[in-house]
């Protein structure tokens, strides 16, 4: 297991090890420069490391669920028979899918506000106090998103497995891939899970890291799901041997602020939660019990990317430190700065966002063999920013045309960038290894300082596809 220390150490010693197995090499990077629709080249920048194996390759292939998850999930629904569980299924992804925040009783009250001078320009409701308040709180329900908490009860945790079950675990396990492959001689021992449901995060850090892990804690306040959760460990029943050892179910976090974990995860969880102090609540407390990384998965939509970075500036900016783990936070993935997300700051704002393909599960209503999970995570680290890669980071798929690519890159200055290499101007190596990258990849070039940059000109807007 890593030692309190040993992070910034395993940051460091890897940056380029992976693919190569050697010891870090001195060698010259590329240089992106912001504003600017070219990133400038120098040669041999790779070593002897394959273009297709650059240091900030971090797609997966098709993911798969293991065969024992699988299984005892289809056992699972054929055991509980229901009515229409095709149609349910897809109700209950759609609505999870399109999910908005809860409006904030603060921003309820001002639109109130709002409507009631508007409808005192009304000479008939002006007169009567109670018409008007009938008219603000009718016109109120037409326009305000009506939240609701979702209740997980035996028959919806099994919904909610069928149709959720295969996605979540591919999220999950690319956002572990990205800490294993940047980090691999990370070995954790302990993880937490919070709003653990069907228990896909458990699968899939057994996955990644089932040698080391002994301790899986899974907390969900929903007894139903953490039954369900153990009959899938279990493979579909009660009473068999646990497919994954050391495995623990709770409705509450733990107490104790002397209680740790080596990683803590939350997955399309934050969205749970009713309001914005209980989600600033959450993630003060499941950062105070990190002790190396803070996971957090949400839907790739604007709300749950919006949840993550609020999540995110509040690891960042926060004034609280725990005694007993006074080291700061930083982003570890997928943003190579802890600036503001120049995603929500454009003129159309929009959500930084990833897809994962996978397997799906054979269920009868399963059409399609594979499948794509669109999703946004963040990983937070204890340490400071030094320790970790500043390469820019690949935000949509990557278009190859003739000749050259078209990239568009999330900046360490904090800036977007709309790249476009070729290998005339910027070198056969920065370009095949733009040709071989894909959406979520890092590209493995570094931005000058500002003192060094030239004047940048406008974007230029006729490569956009």
């Given at each position: ?36 629709s ?28 293991p ?6 999930a289809?056992f699972?629904?054929l ?9 349910q ?13 809860p409006?904030e ?16 320009e ?7 106090e ?22 997980y ?32 001689e990370?070995?954790?021992?302990t ?5 653990s ?43 068999g ?17 002397k ?13 749970e ?5 209980d ?30 970075m ?13 005694p007993?783990d ?16 120049p ?32 999703f946004?995570?963040v ?38 960038q ?6 005339r ?7 095949r290894?733009a ?11 570094i ?19």
């Amino acid at each position: 297991m890593a030692t309190v220390r040993g992070l910034r150490h395993l940051l460091s010693c890897s940056r380029w090890r992976r693919g190569s197995g050697e010891a870090p090499q001195s060698r010259t990077l590329a240089a992106v420069v912001p504003g600017i629709s070219q990133v400038d080249n120098n040669s041999d920048f790779l070593g002897k490391t394959p273009h297709r194996r650059h240091p900030g390759i971090l797609q997966l292939p098709c993911i798969k669920v293991p065969p024992a998850l699988a299984a005892a999930a289809q056992f699972l629904l054929l055991e509980s028979p229901m009515p229409n569980v095709e149609k349910q299924v897809q109700a209950l992804t759609n609505y999870l899918w399109s999910r908005r925040l809860p409006v904030e009783p603060q921003e309820l009250q001002r639109r109130a506000v709002h409507l009631e001078k508007k409808f005192l320009e009304n000479p008939d409701l002006g007169q009567v106090e109670e018409k008007l308040r009938e008219a603000v709180l009718r016109a109120l329900r037409k326009t305000t998103y009506h939240w609701q908490e979702l209740s997980y009860n035996e028959s919806l945790s099994l919904v909610y497995m069928a149709a959720r079950l295969d996605g979540g675990f591919a999220a999950v396990s690319r956002a572990f891939h990205e800490i294993q492959a940047r980090v691999p001689e990370f070995q954790p021992q302990t993880l937490m899970d919070f709003g653990s449901g069907t228990g896909s995060v458990t699968w899939a850090a057994h996955s990644a890291w089932g040698q080391s892990l002994r301790e899986y804690l899974c907390v969900d306040s929903s007894a139903a799901m953490l039954v369900l959760a153990e009959k899938l460990l279990k493979g579909g029943s009660e009473s068999g041997e646990p497919y994954v050892p050391g495995v623990f179910f709770r409705q509450f976090l733990p107490v104790s602020p002397k209680v740790q974990f080596d990683v803590v995860v939350s997955a399309f969880s934050l969205s749970e939660l009713p309001s914005k102090a209980d989600r600033t609540e959450l993630v003060q407390t499941l950062w105070r019990k990190t002790s190396h990384f803070l996971v957090l998965v949400e839907n790739g939509t604007k709300a749950g990317h919006c949840l993550l970075m609020d999540a995110r500036d509040l690891v960042l900016k926060g004034k609280e430190k725990s005694p007993l783990d006074p080291r700061p936070g930083f982003v570890f993935a997928p943003c190579p700065h802890e600036l503001p997300c120049p995603q929500l700051t454009a003129s159309k704002p929009l959500a930084c966002s990833f897809s994962q393909a996978y397997h799906c599960i054979p269920f009868s209503w399963n059409k399609k063999k594979q499948k794509e999970e669109k999703f946004s995570m963040v990983i937070l680290a204890r340490g400071s920013p030094e320790e970790a890669n500043r390469w820019p980071r690949i935000t949509q798929p990557v278009l190859k045309r003739p000749r050259h690519v078209h990239c568009h890159l999330c900046c360490p200055d904090g800036h977007m960038q709309h790249a476009v290499i070729t290998a005339r101007q910027h070198g056969r190596d920065l370009y095949r290894c733009a040709r071989v990258s894909s959406w979520g990849d890092l590209l493995p070039v570094i931005t000058p300082s500002e003192s060094e940059l030239p004047l940048s000109p406008a974007d230029d807007k006729d490569f956009l596809t």
